[in-house]
């Protein structure tokens, strides 16, 4: 999974342990990741988290996305600074799982933390399962899951 996430490399994001259930991501703030008050931009942190999330939520397979997801800022986070994520699965049952992912520096301090909410899918993600060609594929084009679009 992590060979596929283009986004993940571009940032420096590594992966430091994958179990089921379970992850834990690096990622130095850069000042490319800054906001206008010169502190790391909560959707950098988000995404560090969101990362950690889904490497936890599919450590096990099949393919599963996000449902959902919240984080909470408790601290501002500067350039170069490492953090550390930490994704940890509460539960799951079915097709459903819900994981926590605490962000922190290397000294422990928590940054943000963030809870998601998975879903369990078949087939390629984002995609329509039904044949749209006469060979059997698709149009390629993302099929829409409603409001928001698939993730």
């Known amino acids: 999974m992590n060979a596929g996430d283009a986004v993940c490399r571009s940032l420096g994001i590594a992966?430091?342990?994958v179990a089921e259930g379970r992850a834990r991501l690096r990622m130095r703030i850069s000042e490319d990741m800054l906001n206008g008050h010169g502190l790391a931009h909560g959707g950098y942190l988000f995404l560090l988290a969101d990362a950690a999330?889904?490497?936890a939520s599919n450590a096990r397979g099949p393919v599963?996305?996000?449902q959902s997801a919240q984080v909470t800022f408790?601290?501002?986070a500067e350039a170069g600074e490492e953090l550390l994520a930490e994704a940890t699965e509460r539960v799951r049952y079915g097709r459903h799982?819900?994981?926590d992912?605490?962000?922190?520096r290397p000294c422990g301090?928590?940054?943000a933390e963030f809870r998601g909410q998975s879903i369990t899918v078949s087939g390629r993600p984002g995609f329509s399962d039904r044949p749209g060609r006469p060979d059997g594929t698709n149009s390629g084009r993302p099929v829409s899951s409603?409001?928001?679009?698939a993730s």
């Open 15 to 17: 992966v430091e342990e």
């Open 53 to 55: 999330f889904a490497h």
């Open 64 to 66: 599963t996305l996000a």
């Open 74 to 76: 408790l601290r501002p």
């Open 97 to 99: 799982g819900v994981y």
């Open 101 to 104: 992912v605490t962000v922190r």
């Open 109 to 111: 301090e928590i940054v």
């Open 146 to 149: 409603g409001p928001g679009g």
